[in-house]
């Protein structure tokens, strides 16, 4: 009997229909977490902004304290996303039990680091002092970083919860909480930092209180949501939860620690980066910020096409489907890379409109700091494709739980050659700022580089067995 259009002779669908389902079932649960990604660094964006309202010393203050602050965040919250992949990879193979396992070790996992965490960002003055700040900026940093330590621990288990959502893709209720809470901080940061609505003016204090405040509720509205759906209060995820468990809660260590690893080792090389540029000039560090911030949106984007990927890879690695999971990772990249060919275009022919959304170019006293942004976005324009393609990657192997070799990969394309270089183009070559983002571009693009090669030997071998899948 003859196939028809659908349907193979081995009673199967063909490739083609098979990769269109696999891009509409990636894209359509990727969509709620890049808006989700983009609320969430809506949230951070709202504060420069207005802390650029209150100055360029404050704007700079602030940007030194974030990255004190979101190095130990995205470390905790590399840590929290492996729940992700374990979920995905136990509801694959139908392990329902091991689902409440993961969840509730991973909020042992975080309250485990997250209290460590919040006691070394308090005193982040201390860190900026001995990187060499000006003392004056490194006081007006710890406001902001003593107000903002306490939203740590709860954002973390937020995203404890937004895997275990996200792997049932079903994130919408993430994206519905999210937005609330945009509006929320930028509320809470127009009264607390201007004194605005009869409250008392705190600035810099102001934006690390309503941090604080809004991460927290947005923790309890995710429990809650979670608590009370008849789907997800099936796995009654609080129940006993202080009862140990150490198998689930030292794998969890072991594939989570590399993940925060590696997402730090990207972090600290834009930290680092700051910490240079704070060094070069203050107009320098000003317009790191605001072309930072402009890269971060566009980068939420693929990120959260990455972690539609991780769940994607998980469910079909967990049903053992090694087609699956070929098809689900390519799928990212491809999807990946046409968003950020777009991101890379409206930074080249946009970016002195982008920069003016966060300082006056009609004041004199900010035309320097224009300046330098606008070309710090012509060089971010340049790695877009790079930095899409190693956030996609690595998310990719993610869902294979493979995560102790990208993270040596990371540190190596990020600090031996990235920010090596990044040094080296600053000062000896004498290029200042613009060299920072020029080492920048190139350690991106080994990590891009090396990740998918790393995909490209594995995806290989899923047909036949056991390397694919630990």
């Known amino acids: 009997?003859?196939?028809?259009?659908?349907?193979?002779?081995?009673?199967?669908?063909?490739?083609?229909?098979?990769?269109?389902?696999e891009i509409v079932a990636t894209l359509r649960l990727a969509a709620p977490l890049v808006f989700t990604q983009l609320a969430m660094i809506g949230i951070n964006t709202t504060d420069i902004v207005m802390m650029g309202w209150l100055g360029p010393e404050e704007l700079a203050a602030g940007a030194l304290g974030m990255n004190i602050y979101i190095p130990f965040f995205l470390f905790g919250m590399g840590i929290a996303t492996v729940v992700a992949p374990m979920t995905a990879q136990a509801l694959g193979g139908r392990d329902y039990r091991g689902v409440r396992r993961t969840v509730r070790q991973g909020f042992w996992l975080i309250l485990l680091f997250g209290a460590l965490f919040t006691a070394i960002i308090w005193n982040g003055r201390h860190l900026l002092l001995a990187s060499g700040q000006d003392p004056a900026i490194a006081?007006?940093?710890?406001?902001?970083?003593?107000?903002?330590?306490?939203?740590?621990?709860?954002?973390?288990?937020?995203?404890?919860?937004?895997?275990?959502v996200t792997a049932h893709s079903r994130p919408r209720s993430v994206l519905v909480i999210t937005l609330i809470a945009v509006a929320a901080n930028a509320i809470g940061n127009y009264g607390l930092m201007f004194g605005?609505?009869?409250?008392?003016?705190?600035?810099?204090?102001?934006?690390?209180?309503?941090?604080?405040?809004?991460s927290a509720l947005m923790f309890l509205a995710l429990l809650g949501y979670v608590l009370r759906d008849r789907k997800f209060r099936r796995y009654a995820i609080l129940r006993r939860f202080w009862r140990s468990d150490w198998p689930r809660f030292f794998e969890l260590f072991r594939v989570g620690v590399p993940i925060g690893l590696t997402i730090v080792a990207e972090a600290g090389l834009f930290s680092a980066a700051a910490l240079i540029m704070g060094v070069i000039s203050i107009e320098a560090l000003a317009a790191h910020a605001i072309a930072l911030q402009c890269a971060a949106v566009a980068f939420m984007v693929p990120l959260g096409i990455g972690q539609a990927a991780v769940v994607r890879v998980g469910l079909a690695a967990g049903a053992r489907d090694g087609a699956g999971v070929r098809r689900?990772?390519?799928?990212?990249?491809?999807?990946?890379?046409?968003?950020?060919?777009?991101?890379?275009?409206?930074?080249?022919?946009?970016?002195?409109?982008?920069?003016?959304?966060?300082?006056?170019?009609?004041?004199?006293?900010?035309?320097?700091?224009?300046?330098?942004?606008?070309?710090?976005?012509?060089i971010a324009a340049l790695f877009q494709l790079v930095d899409g393609g190693q956030v996609i990657g690595v998310h990719v192997l993610r869902g294979l739980k493979d995560t102790t070799v990208p993270m040596w990969l990371a540190i190596g394309g990020y600090w031996a050659i990235g920010f090596?270089?990044?040094?080296?183009?600053?000062?000896?070559?004498?290029?200042?700022?613009?060299?920072?983002?020029?080492?920048?571009?190139l350690g991106l693009a080994v990590v891009a580089f090396a990740v998918n090669w790393r995909f490209h030997r594995r995806e290989r071998l899923l047909p036949n067995g056991g390397l694919a899948w630990s």
């Open 1 to 21: 009997m003859l196939p028809n259009a659908a349907v193979t002779a081995a009673g199967a669908p063909p490739a083609a229909l098979l990769w269109r389902r």
């Open 328 to 378: 689900a990772g390519w799928s990212a990249l491809v999807g990946g890379s046409f968003v950020m060919a777009c991101s890379a275009l409206v930074f080249w022919f946009a970016g002195p409109w982008l920069v003016g959304l966060y300082l006056d170019a009609s004041a004199p006293e900010n035309a320097p700091v224009i300046d330098l942004a606008v070309a710090f976005l012509a």
């Open 139 to 164: 006081q007006l940093s710890e406001d902001y970083l003593q107000a903002v330590a306490w939203a740590l621990l709860p954002s973390l288990w937020f995203v404890v919860l937004r895997c275990f």
């Open 196 to 214: 605005n609505f009869g409250l008392p003016r705190w600035e810099l204090t102001g934006a690390g209180v309503t941090s604080s405040v809004v």
């Open 420 to 441: 090596v270089a990044a040094l080296a183009f600053a000062f000896p070559l004498d290029f200042g700022g613009r060299g920072v983002w020029m080492g920048l571009a």
